[in-house]
T-cell receptor, first 112, second 114 residues
């Protein structure tokens, strides 16, 4: 059974700081890994989808890395802004790739 | 313009009532999902439909019955609501089947059972 853990559960940083969010998964036989953002009271927005054959995926100030063998992914946010404040979730396929399992999320607060 | 929409946004009801939540996507996707996010913000799959066919049915009480009248719609009917059903329910859709594609989420329906 795939289990996905995100540490820390919450993170508070001053504006402008670079930061790293972590995601660990127990079953390394994954097809891809996705990072989502959830704003308070809103749905999830897909940020990056990184295929298992890729090591990194970049979108603007965001960079996601994937190390399948160690069961880890990181989301790097450069030059953080108050607008980056949200909960970030990672998700990996499970159950024969018919569904995704979500992590518990990291709640990020960027202080102006 | 909205890709995945859900109605209602908020739902407050008494224990024992029956209620429905509707979901529509205008992305032309083949697969739709229902997720439940509990008070601890843990998001878990409930159901998945591909081309109106049920493909995932997690260990959800049979009081929950999804219905897909067509590819663009996936509704969730809940009978005999219980206090523990209080949560945020998200609908999502994706182009392909399973976890190989990016999923697009609706804004959520906040259900409170009193």
């Amino acid at each position: 059974k795939q289990e996905v853990t995100q540490i820390p559960a919450a993170l508070s940083v001053p504006e402008g700081e670079n930061l790293v969010l972590n995601c660990s998964f127990t079953d390394s036989a994954i097809y891809n890994l996705q990072w989502f953002r959830q704003d308070p009271g809103k749905g999830l927005t897909s940020l990056l989808l990184i295929q298992s054959s890729q090591r990194e995926q970049t979108s603007g100030r965001l960079n996601a890395s994937l190390d399948k063998s160690s069961g880890r992914s990181t989301l790097y946010i450069a030059a953080s802004q108050p607008g980056d404040s949200a909960t970030y979730l990672c998700a990996v396929p499970s159950g024969g790739y018919q569904k995704v399992t979500f992590g518990t999320g990291t709640k990020l607060q960027v202080i102006p | 313009d909205t890709a995945v929409s859900q109605t209602p946004k908020y739902l407050v009801t008494q224990m024992g009532n029956d209620k429905s939540i509707k979901c529509e996507q205008n992305l032309g996707h083949d697969t739709m999902y229902w997720y439940k996010q509990d008070s601890k913000k843990f998001l878990k799959i409930m159901f998945s439909y591909n081309n109106k066919e049920l493909i995932i049915n997690e260990t959800v009480p049979n009081r929950f019955s999804p219905k897909s009248p067509d590819k663009a719609h996936l509704n969730l009917h809940i009978n005999s609501l219980e206090l523990g059903d209080s949560a945020v329910y998200f609908c999502a859709s994706s182009h392909g089947q399973g976890a190989r594609e990016t999923q697009y989420f609706g804004p959520g329906t906040r259900l409170l059972v009193l």
